[in-house]
T-cell receptor, first 116, second 113 residues
Framework: ETGVTQSPTHLIKTRGQQVTLRCSSQSGHNTVSWYQQALGQGPQFIFQYYREEENGRGNFPPRFSGLQFPNYSSELNVNALELDDSALYLCASSLGPGTSGPNEQFFGPGTRLTVL | SQKIEQNSEALNIQEGKTATLTCNYT??????LQWYRQDPGRGPVFLLLIRENEKEKRKERLKVTFDTTLKQSLFHITASQPADSATYLCALDGSGGYNKLIFGAGTRLAVHP
Protein backbone atom coordinates (compact mmCIF):
# COMPACT_ATOMS: atom_id res chain seq x y z
CA GLU A 1 0.00 0.00 0.00
CA THR A 2 1.18 3.54 -0.79
CA GLY A 3 0.98 6.39 1.71
CA VAL A 4 -1.69 8.10 -0.39
CA THR A 5 -5.16 7.97 1.13
CA GLN A 6 -8.49 9.04 -0.31
CA SER A 7 -11.89 9.58 1.22
CA PRO A 8 -14.57 8.54 0.98
CA THR A 9 -14.08 5.14 -0.67
CA HIS A 10 -17.56 5.10 -2.15
CA LEU A 11 -20.15 7.80 -2.74
CA ILE A 12 -23.61 7.91 -4.28
CA LYS A 13 -25.04 11.24 -5.45
CA THR A 14 -27.89 12.38 -7.67
CA ARG A 15 -27.72 14.54 -10.76
CA GLY A 16 -27.22 18.23 -10.05
CA GLN A 17 -25.63 17.69 -6.64
CA GLN A 18 -22.13 18.72 -5.66
CA VAL A 19 -19.37 16.48 -4.30
CA THR A 20 -16.01 16.94 -2.58
CA LEU A 21 -13.37 14.24 -2.67
CA ARG A 22 -10.27 14.32 -0.50
CA CYS A 23 -6.71 13.12 -0.89
CA SER A 24 -3.82 12.98 1.54
CA SER A 25 -0.55 12.86 -0.31
CA GLN A 26 2.46 10.79 0.65
CA SER A 27 4.67 12.48 3.22
CA GLY A 28 7.05 14.97 1.62
CA HIS A 29 5.30 15.03 -1.75
CA ASN A 30 4.41 18.50 -3.07
CA THR A 31 2.51 17.50 -6.22
CA VAL A 32 -0.98 16.03 -6.42
CA SER A 33 -2.69 15.02 -9.65
CA TRP A 34 -6.32 13.98 -10.04
CA TYR A 35 -7.56 11.47 -12.58
CA GLN A 36 -10.98 10.16 -13.61
CA GLN A 37 -11.20 6.51 -14.60
CA ALA A 38 -14.36 5.26 -16.27
CA LEU A 39 -15.04 1.53 -16.26
CA GLY A 40 -12.79 -0.30 -18.69
CA GLN A 41 -10.79 2.81 -19.53
CA GLY A 42 -7.45 4.23 -18.50
CA PRO A 43 -7.26 7.17 -16.08
CA GLN A 44 -7.85 10.62 -17.61
CA PHE A 45 -5.91 13.59 -16.27
CA ILE A 46 -8.17 16.19 -14.65
CA PHE A 47 -5.67 18.64 -13.15
CA GLN A 48 -2.55 18.90 -11.04
CA TYR A 49 -1.56 20.96 -8.03
CA TYR A 50 2.06 21.80 -7.40
CA ARG A 51 2.97 23.68 -4.23
CA GLU A 52 -0.66 24.84 -3.75
CA GLU A 53 -1.06 26.23 -7.29
CA GLU A 54 -2.93 24.62 -10.18
CA ASN A 55 -0.25 23.39 -12.58
CA GLY A 56 -2.10 22.22 -15.65
CA ARG A 57 -5.55 20.98 -16.50
CA GLY A 58 -6.91 18.30 -18.78
CA ASN A 59 -10.01 18.48 -20.93
CA PHE A 60 -12.53 18.86 -18.11
CA PRO A 61 -15.13 21.62 -17.69
CA PRO A 62 -14.84 24.34 -15.01
CA ARG A 63 -17.35 22.56 -12.77
CA PHE A 64 -14.38 20.36 -11.87
CA SER A 65 -12.29 22.39 -9.46
CA GLY A 66 -9.79 21.74 -6.75
CA LEU A 67 -7.33 23.05 -4.28
CA GLN A 68 -4.24 22.04 -2.41
CA PHE A 69 -3.56 22.87 1.21
CA PRO A 70 -0.27 23.91 2.86
CA ASN A 71 0.25 20.30 4.00
CA TYR A 72 -0.13 19.31 0.30
CA SER A 73 -3.34 17.39 0.82
CA SER A 74 -5.91 18.15 -1.86
CA GLU A 75 -9.61 18.30 -2.66
CA LEU A 76 -11.49 17.72 -5.88
CA ASN A 77 -14.88 19.42 -6.16
CA VAL A 78 -17.43 18.62 -8.81
CA ASN A 79 -20.54 20.81 -9.18
CA ALA A 80 -23.76 20.07 -11.02
CA LEU A 81 -23.09 16.35 -11.21
CA GLU A 82 -24.00 14.53 -14.42
CA LEU A 83 -24.56 10.82 -14.97
CA ASP A 84 -21.30 10.61 -16.96
CA ASP A 85 -19.37 11.74 -13.90
CA SER A 86 -19.81 8.25 -12.47
CA ALA A 87 -16.26 6.87 -12.30
CA LEU A 88 -13.32 6.02 -10.08
CA TYR A 89 -11.52 9.19 -9.05
CA LEU A 90 -7.84 8.72 -8.38
CA CYS A 91 -5.34 11.02 -6.84
CA ALA A 92 -1.61 10.58 -7.23
CA SER A 93 1.22 12.25 -5.40
CA SER A 94 4.86 12.78 -6.27
CA LEU A 95 7.66 15.22 -5.87
CA GLY A 96 8.07 17.80 -8.61
CA PRO A 97 10.53 16.79 -11.31
CA GLY A 98 14.16 16.37 -10.40
CA THR A 99 17.22 17.04 -12.50
CA SER A 100 16.97 13.56 -14.00
CA GLY A 101 13.29 13.73 -14.83
CA PRO A 102 10.06 12.71 -13.13
CA ASN A 103 9.94 11.18 -9.70
CA GLU A 104 7.88 8.08 -9.01
CA GLN A 105 4.18 8.78 -8.69
CA PHE A 106 2.05 7.01 -6.11
CA PHE A 107 -1.68 6.53 -6.58
CA GLY A 108 -4.30 6.28 -3.89
CA PRO A 109 -6.99 3.57 -3.89
CA GLY A 110 -9.56 5.91 -5.43
CA THR A 111 -13.08 7.08 -4.66
CA ARG A 112 -15.87 5.31 -6.51
CA LEU A 113 -18.53 7.93 -7.38
CA THR A 114 -21.93 6.86 -8.62
CA VAL A 115 -24.31 9.51 -9.95
CA LEU A 116 -27.96 8.48 -10.21
CA SER B 1 -5.56 14.46 -31.52
CA GLN B 2 -3.25 12.49 -29.25
CA LYS B 3 -4.04 8.81 -29.13
CA ILE B 4 -2.63 5.85 -27.23
CA GLU B 5 -3.50 2.29 -28.15
CA GLN B 6 -2.73 -0.81 -26.16
CA ASN B 7 -3.00 -4.20 -27.82
CA SER B 8 -6.13 -6.28 -27.31
CA GLU B 9 -8.53 -6.26 -24.43
CA ALA B 10 -7.11 -9.39 -22.82
CA LEU B 11 -3.97 -11.46 -23.18
CA ASN B 12 -4.00 -15.07 -21.97
CA ILE B 13 -0.73 -16.89 -21.52
CA GLN B 14 0.62 -19.98 -19.81
CA GLU B 15 2.67 -19.73 -16.64
CA GLY B 16 6.39 -19.57 -17.37
CA LYS B 17 5.99 -17.95 -20.78
CA THR B 18 6.90 -14.38 -21.69
CA ALA B 19 4.06 -11.88 -21.90
CA THR B 20 4.51 -9.04 -24.40
CA LEU B 21 2.23 -6.02 -24.25
CA THR B 22 2.21 -3.26 -26.84
CA CYS B 23 1.64 0.48 -26.55
CA ASN B 24 1.36 2.58 -29.70
CA TYR B 25 0.82 6.32 -29.78
CA THR B 26 0.17 9.02 -32.39
CA UNK B 27 0.38 12.80 -32.56
CA UNK B 28 2.61 12.94 -29.52
CA UNK B 29 6.28 13.21 -28.65
CA UNK B 30 6.60 12.19 -25.02
CA UNK B 31 9.82 12.70 -23.16
CA UNK B 32 8.97 9.84 -20.83
CA LEU B 33 6.86 6.72 -20.97
CA GLN B 34 5.69 4.86 -17.90
CA TRP B 35 4.11 1.49 -17.26
CA TYR B 36 1.73 0.81 -14.40
CA ARG B 37 -0.02 -2.25 -13.02
CA GLN B 38 -3.61 -2.00 -11.82
CA ASP B 39 -5.50 -4.66 -9.89
CA PRO B 40 -9.32 -4.61 -9.71
CA GLY B 41 -10.63 -1.91 -7.37
CA ARG B 42 -7.19 -0.45 -6.69
CA GLY B 43 -5.12 2.45 -7.91
CA PRO B 44 -2.34 1.97 -10.48
CA VAL B 45 1.10 0.99 -9.21
CA PHE B 46 4.20 2.35 -10.92
CA LEU B 47 6.44 -0.27 -12.53
CA LEU B 48 8.95 1.29 -14.91
CA LEU B 49 9.83 4.57 -16.55
CA ILE B 50 11.81 4.94 -19.77
CA ARG B 51 13.15 8.14 -21.28
CA GLU B 52 12.98 9.09 -24.96
CA ASN B 53 16.74 8.68 -25.31
CA GLU B 54 16.70 5.18 -23.80
CA LYS B 55 16.03 2.13 -25.93
CA GLU B 56 15.50 -0.41 -23.17
CA LYS B 57 15.00 -0.62 -19.40
CA ARG B 58 14.94 -3.67 -17.16
CA LYS B 59 13.77 -4.39 -13.64
CA GLU B 60 13.85 -7.96 -12.40
CA ARG B 61 11.52 -9.93 -14.74
CA LEU B 62 10.27 -6.78 -16.48
CA LYS B 63 11.66 -5.21 -19.63
CA VAL B 64 10.45 -2.12 -21.48
CA THR B 65 11.54 -0.87 -24.89
CA PHE B 66 10.82 2.56 -26.37
CA ASP B 67 11.04 3.25 -30.10
CA THR B 68 10.33 6.92 -30.78
CA THR B 69 10.55 6.36 -34.55
CA LEU B 70 7.86 3.68 -34.53
CA LYS B 71 6.07 5.52 -31.69
CA GLN B 72 5.82 2.27 -29.80
CA SER B 73 6.72 0.74 -26.46
CA LEU B 74 6.83 -2.96 -25.69
CA PHE B 75 6.46 -4.30 -22.15
CA HIS B 76 7.71 -7.81 -21.43
CA ILE B 77 7.20 -10.02 -18.38
CA THR B 78 9.47 -13.04 -18.49
CA ALA B 79 8.80 -16.28 -16.61
CA SER B 80 5.25 -15.10 -15.99
CA GLN B 81 3.34 -16.20 -12.90
CA PRO B 82 -0.38 -16.25 -12.05
CA ALA B 83 0.35 -13.39 -9.62
CA ASP B 84 1.24 -11.24 -12.65
CA SER B 85 -2.41 -11.32 -13.72
CA ALA B 86 -3.62 -7.72 -13.75
CA THR B 87 -4.29 -4.81 -16.10
CA TYR B 88 -1.18 -3.06 -17.38
CA LEU B 89 -1.38 0.59 -18.32
CA CYS B 90 0.94 2.56 -20.56
CA ALA B 91 1.23 6.29 -19.85
CA LEU B 92 2.95 9.11 -21.71
CA ASP B 93 4.43 12.20 -20.11
CA GLY B 94 5.12 15.23 -22.24
CA SER B 95 4.95 17.61 -19.32
CA GLY B 96 8.65 17.81 -18.59
CA GLY B 97 8.52 15.28 -15.80
CA TYR B 98 5.56 16.70 -13.91
CA ASN B 99 3.70 13.38 -14.27
CA LYS B 100 0.71 14.88 -16.11
CA LEU B 101 0.06 11.56 -17.74
CA ILE B 102 -1.95 10.42 -20.73
CA PHE B 103 -2.95 6.80 -20.18
CA GLY B 104 -3.92 4.06 -22.57
CA ALA B 105 -6.97 1.93 -21.84
CA GLY B 106 -4.79 -0.89 -20.56
CA THR B 107 -4.27 -4.52 -21.44
CA ARG B 108 -5.67 -7.19 -19.14
CA LEU B 109 -3.20 -10.03 -18.68
CA ALA B 110 -4.26 -13.45 -17.40
CA VAL B 111 -1.51 -15.97 -16.59
CA HIS B 112 -2.82 -19.51 -16.31
CA PRO B 113 -1.15 -22.25 -14.25
Amino acid sequence: ETGVTQSPTHLIKTRGQQVTLRCSSQSGHNTVSWYQQALGQGPQFIFQYYREEENGRGNFPPRFSGLQFPNYSSELNVNALELDDSALYLCASSLGPGTSGPNEQFFGPGTRLTVL
Amino acid sequence: SQKIEQNSEALNIQEGKTATLTCNYTNYSPAYLQWYRQDPGRGPVFLLLIRENEKEKRKERLKVTFDTTLKQSLFHITASQPADSATYLCALDGSGGYNKLIFGAGTRLAVHP
